[in-house]
């Protein structure tokens, strides 16, 4: 039981990385085969279909991104420097993955959103909670007058989880921290409360 | 000879679709010959490999966007309202896009990055040019003080086009413009000289 607990976790693992590099429907069983070194049968055992595996991949994909992310949070200062650790956050993504091939949330929307109906609707629930984290932070930085906008916290959240995600995606595909130098510095100085 | 030809651009325009829809490595040569209602042969006869007809399809699909974009950007009353057609046109992109799919550009990044390095050779290329682009916008519209910023205008670009492409994902994933219209109406005041 526990093995095989195990061996289940391990596939999860190992296919959330492969799913997250080469997306989820590029990669063939013979893909987790490979990955995991098991046989058709020892995955099949553990998971229903190749759908099973990629909603349980996604789930722990977004569980490890999303503690990476809430461990900067939590680490900061006041609510100014919890909102802010998400800049950091997304600022050391390119050397520091949470796992491999990027923000899972990004990768999936955009492979999902025309041509995977099962997992637009688990990406659309992930960046619900991702958006209110964010607002929340946000609502709590104005409320303690830290920061000084004439944004909700609904927009700023918005703003900066579009942001990043765009500077995210450049920065990787152009090999160069430069996009996501610039979103960072941008994003703090709209917030900033001169003090 | 002709007729080769019209087949041959009509199996580019087809297969730009589906690999902006579904991806290049999802869509096998099954899904092209469904797309474009032709034989194997038929499809091979005018491409190498798959890798060939994916190269022609994305450089077609990056036309067609580019052209569409340039039209808009032409239509600009003067050098302000040429770099916010560049927002006017993001926000445009839901309800009618330039093909299927979303922006290709974007798309192609995502799934090329850590997994088809043939392809995020021409993604990068392309994002170049639109990043050329729109700096170029940026400083007629800064030298014309047509806009009022400190950004320098690569700043303006990268910004422009990091917070356009997320806040794009963003709509398209949750089903609502309300993210491209809060990265739109951030972008115009963030550049709009006042009067």
Known sequence: MTKG?????????QAATLFNTKGYSASSINDVMEATGLKKG????????????ACKAFDYAVKI???????????GDN?????FAVIDHFQSLPD????????????TAIESD????????????????????VEKLAAEAIEQKQIDTDLKPEEISILMISTLEGALML????????PLKIAGEHLRKLLNKGG
């Open 171 to 178: 920065s990787k595909v152009q090999n160069t921290s430069v």
């Open 114 to 133: 025309d041509a995977y109906p099962l997992m637009q609707k688990k990406v659309q629930k992930a960046f619900d909670r991702f958006q209110q984290l």
């Open 96 to 107: 520091n993955p949470a796992l491999p091939g990027g923000c899972p949330l990004m990768n």
């Open 42 to 53: 020892g995955i099949y055992n553990h998971f229903e279909s190749k759908d099973d595996l």
């Open 65 to 75: 991104a999303g503690e990476k992310l809430l461990s900067r949070v939590e680490a």
């Open 5 to 13: 607990t195990d061996t289940r976790e391990k596939i999860i693992e």
């Open 79 to 83: 609510a100014k420097g919890r909102l």
